[in-house]
């Protein structure tokens, strides 16, 4: 006999938050689609074969942590830049 399984809501809403970080929520869809992630794949392991969604989950951490680094990136780019037209006005000054 088959057992009906179900998909992880906090899976689902991992999957949800990483693509709303890239769209519409940047910096909290990325961190939510983190932390769900997270809790979603340690229900799954917990749950012993009674929820799916592990994949779904993965893919929320991926979404979520490509966009941190993706701003931690710009931040950094940002920064120099800022830095670097800063050296310059003091060169010229």
């Given at each position: 006999?088959n ?12 999957l949800?938050?990483g693509?709303?970080?890239w769209?519409?929520?940047p910096f ?5 689609a ?12 917990a ?8 994949g ?8 979520g942590w ?12 940002v920064f120099?830049f800022?830095g ?7 060169l010229?000054?």
């Open positions: 006999m057992q009906i399984r179900q998909t992880s809501s906090l899976a689902i809403a991992s949800v938050s693509i709303l970080g769209t519409l929520l909290v869809g990325a961190l939510v983190i932390i769900t992630g997270h809790m979603a794949r340690s229900e799954i392991r749950a012993n074969g009674q929820l799916d969604g592990d779904l989950a993965v893919a929320g951490l991926v979404l490509v966009s941190m680094a993706m701003a931690l990136i710009a931040i950094v780019i120099a800022l670097g037209l800063a050296w310059l006005a003091v010229n000054s």
